[in-house]
Nanobody, 122 residues
Framework: QVQLVESGGGLVQAGGSLRLSCSASGSISSIPSMGWYRQAPGKERELVAT???????NYADSVKGRFTISRDNAKNTVYLQMNSLKPEDTAVYYCKLEIAWEDTWWRASDYWGQGTQVTVSS
């Protein structure tokens, strides 16, 4: 059974930085895609950034130039470095990993982390 463990959220002043991490455990064959999403109160969940196994990245326009997504395949971990944070970045941040298991390596499914709160004060 997979476990996704997120960490790194917290309270920071505008202009500050935070680094989120999300690690997966289990008998994993591959993780083709990793990503971060966020959901602010009263709003729908939105994509923040994604990264493929080929290290191709995609960012929401609102975070380009401020956030950086990266991954460590040996640790089955994805990171989100968030700089120049703004109050509008306040949200619960979720990681999503597309995981293929060793015994079903030809098929990947999406798994979500539990979410971590990021609050940016003005």
């Amino acid at each position: 059974q997979v476990q996704l463990v997120e960490s790194g959220g917290g309270l920071v002043q505008a202009g500050g930085s935070l680094r989120l991490s999300c690690s997966a455990s289990g008998s994993i064959s591959s993780i083709p895609s990793m990503g971060w999403y966020r959901q602010a109160p009263g709003k729908e969940r939105e994509l923040v950034a994604t990264i493929t196994s080929a290290l191709s990245t995609n960012y929401a326009d609102s975070v380009k130039g401020r956030f950086t997504i990266s991954r460590d395949n040996a640790k089955n971990t994805v990171y989100l470095q968030m700089n120049s944070l703004k109050p509008e970045d306040t949200a619960v941040y979720y990681c999503k990993l597309e995981i293929a298991w060793e015994d079903t390596w030809w098929r990947a499914s999406d798994y979500w982390g539990q979410g971590t709160q990021v609050t940016v004060s003005s």
